[in-house]
Structure formats: structure tokens, C-alpha cells
């Protein structure tokens, strides 16, 4: 019995070592304060920033909103008090080389009681561009679509209308692009005239992924032919 406990012993120790050795390691940023906002914990990417980028130096018991210039030292302490006020709280902060971290703060519970705050800080840079990059190019995509001379449309395999540009709009004698999505919610009755023609078309659409030069006939809002 007493050599099982040893045992289970060593394996947590074990555990713990390569724990600290991973959070260590890792590029991400991790830090843990007590109550008073004095550090606790920190790894090597945390120390290696704060004396690359400030000039401070990480130890044990210093406080950041001190160690920090005044306006982000109380960035910092808002931060803090309100991961203390809220359990979970999450931010993106500017570093000075520009890159963004997102930063997750989470109370610290010992037996019931909260004992300080652990910081969790992921470049998320590249995630950012990214997001930045496919929101322009879907703003291109619509400038196109909305601004196209030809009509344009959407719609699900099922026939409900996703979209419409001005252009389609207009050609049907619609008064809006989102006119014609709230009305045609089946093309197969709301704009095709031919039910025969529509199948050949799903079909061909079905064979051959894409269609060019399909000719048919499709029903305005007034009913007519175009």
C-alpha cells in the first residue's frame, strides 16, 4: 500500500513537471496573480515579452500596472478587477510591434474560494488579417454582384431565393433585391414558367456542376413572361 502511494506520488509530480514544462515552452503568454494583482506564475514567452517590449522585468510579487507605463499598467488593473467581478473575461490587446493577442482571464478557486486570476494571452495576428482579408473580399464580391448591369441571383438546391442583385430585381418588376428573396421561396413555382424546362435544367446542373447558355422562360412579379 505504501508503495502504491509512492508511486501515484511520482506520477503526479511527473504530471505536474511536464505541465510546467509545456506552459513553459508554449508562445503563448500565461501568467497568474493573486488578489492583489501580484504575479504568482509566469512563462518564459510572458518574462521575454515584458523586457522586450518594455524594458521591465517579470518577478515574482511585482505588480504589472506598476511595472507598466501609466496607460497600460491601467488597462491591466481594469482587466483584472473585472475577470474578479465577472469568473471569466476575455479581450484582445495591441502589443507595441503590432500584433494583437487575445487575452482570456479566469478566477483561480481554491477549495471554494478565489485566490487570484490566471491570464491565458494567443497571438491571434494571423487570424485577424485573415478575418480582415475575407471581409474585403466578400465586400468585393457583393460591390460586384449589387453593381452588375446583368441579373444576378441565389438560391438554395431546394429553389429559395439567397439572394438577388438590383439588376434581377428590376427585370422581374420587383421593388427590391430583398423583395425578391421574401417572395420567391420556390422557383420551381414562383419563377419558372415551364416545369419541364426546370427539370432539364436541375438536371444538367446535377450532370455538369455548371450550365452556360441555358435558355427559359421565367414569370415577373405581375406574371408576365421574360
Request: proline share 0%; charged share 25%.
Amino acid at each position: 500500500w505504501t508503495f502504491a502511494i509512492a508511486v501515484r506520488r511520482k506520477m503526479e509530480e511527473r504530471a505536474q513537471a511536464n505541465l510546467a514544462s509545456l506552459i513553459d515552452s508554449s508562445q503563448n503568454f500565461f501568467c497568474s496573480v493573486d488578489l492583489a494583482g501580484r504575479l504568482l506564475t509566469f512563462n518564459r514567452a510572458f518574462r521575454q515579452h515584458l523586457e522586450v517590449s518594455y524594458g521591465v522585468r517579470a518577478a515574482v510579487g511585482a505588480r504589472l500596472d506598476e511595472l507598466l507605463e501609466p496607460e497600460r499598467g491601467a488597462l491591466w488593473f481594469t482587466s483584472l478587477q473585472t475577470a474578479m467581478s465577472k469568473g471569466h473575461f476575455r479581450t484582445e490587446y495591441s502589443l507595441l510591434d503590432g500584433r494583437i493577442l487575445e487575452l482570456n482571464f479566469n478566477q483561480i478557486v481554491t477549495d471554494g474560494e478565489t485566490t487570484g486570476i490566471s491570464i491565458f494571452g494567443e497571438d491571434i495576428t494571423g487570424r485577424k488579417h485573415a478575418q480582415k482579408t475575407l471581409e474585403e473580399t466578400q465586400r468585393k464580391y457583393r460591390d460586384i454582384f449589387d453593381g452588375s448591369l446583368e441579373g444576378l441571383f441565389q438560391t438554395t438546391l431546394g429553389g429559395k431565393a439567397l439572394a438577388a442583385n438590383s439588376a434581377f430585381a428590376n427585370m422581374l418588376g420587383y421593388g427590391s433585391a430583398d423583395e425578391v428573396v421574401s417572395t420567391i421561396t420556390d422557383t420551381a413555382t414562383h419563377l419558372w414558367v415551364d416545369s419541364v424546362a426546370h427539370s432539364k435544367f436541375k438536371q444538367e446542373l446535377a450532370e455538369h456542376s455548371a450550365i452556360r447558355e441555358f435558355e427559359c422562360q421565367f414569370k415577373s412579379k405581375s406574371g408576365t413572361r421574360i
